[in-house]
């Protein structure tokens, strides 16, 4: 269950300065960051932006392989690194099946949903070297929440990524976002192209909401990738672009 904490006290200077102008001088450096991902210019622009110490929540829509869990995790990285948050929270469905459910699984509820933090893990692997990466999970500054945990939390002086969000429903959408508190960032990650729950998603609903100037003026930012964003490999990027000729014709 999230835990509440009490904000960190800043210096002026701290308080004052862009996160973007403090990573690029590089204050900072209880752990490295090692970027090896060539980021093309949407994803320069969407870090550039998910930076921004006026932004707030950045949803992001985009096929397998674009990057949106990476860049959310890169960006959130570069928060904690420089000391803007306290800690990262990994948020997601956990979507069951009739031969693998949560209760059926061993061990307490932090262990139960460990198999389905893999993609935060995965990039973990990518970005940090394996001391650090397991340093701040076992200090609990990067942790994983089952989305049934996160009603009553309040999130405060945290980045939270909401992954897989195609699969959660709009009244699990609403208890996220009425859970943040002050100086929190949310990425709300998903694929509208897939979800395993049908017309009960509630992704492109909240995604449409948000679409708009005045939610922009707020510091909420909707980002869409496309198959011209799939990195993962060139195989990938065929078949997304391929993909998205069935889902035009349907």
Request: aromatic share 10%; net charge neutral.
């Amino acid at each position: 269950m999230a835990r509440t904490k009490r904000e960190p006290k800043k210096s002026k200077a701290l308080r004052d300065t862009n996160i973007e102008d403090k990573i690029q001088k590089n204050y900072f450096t209880s752990f490295e960051i090692n970027q090896e991902f060539e980021l093309n210019n949407t994803h320069k622009s969407f870090i550039k932006l998910a930076l921004d110490k006026d932004t707030k929540v950045s949803i992001i829509d985009g096929p397998a392989g674009s990057g949106k869990t990476y860049l959310s995790v890169l960006a959130a990285l570069n928060c904690l690194k420089h000391h803007y948050v306290e800690e990262i929270v990994y948020i997601r469905s956990i979507v069951e099946s009739a031969s693998k459910s949560l209760g059926s699984l061993p061990g307490e509820a932090d262990e139960k949903f460990l198999p389905w933090m893999y993609p935060l893990f995965d990039k973990l692997q990518e970005l940090l070297t394996e001391p650090d990466a397991k340093n701040l999970m076992s200090q609990d500054i990067i942790r994983g929440i089952p989305v049934n945990f996160v009603r009553g939390a309040t999130f405060r002086n945290s980045c939270v990524i909401i992954d897989e969000a195609q699969n959660l429903t709009l009244p699990e959408l609403i208890t996220i976002l009425t859970r943040i508190g002050k100086n929190c960032k949310y990425f709300i990650v998903g694929d509208t192209r897939q979800s395993d729950i049908g017309n009960k998603s509630g992704f492109e609903n909240i995604f449409r909401l948000f679409n708009d100037y005045i939610s922009e003026r707020k510091g909420i930012y909707t980002h869409e990738f496309t198959s011209m964003d799939v990195v993962r490999s060139e195989i990938l990027k065929y078949i997304v672009e391929k993909l998205e000729e069935l889902h035009v014709k349907s």
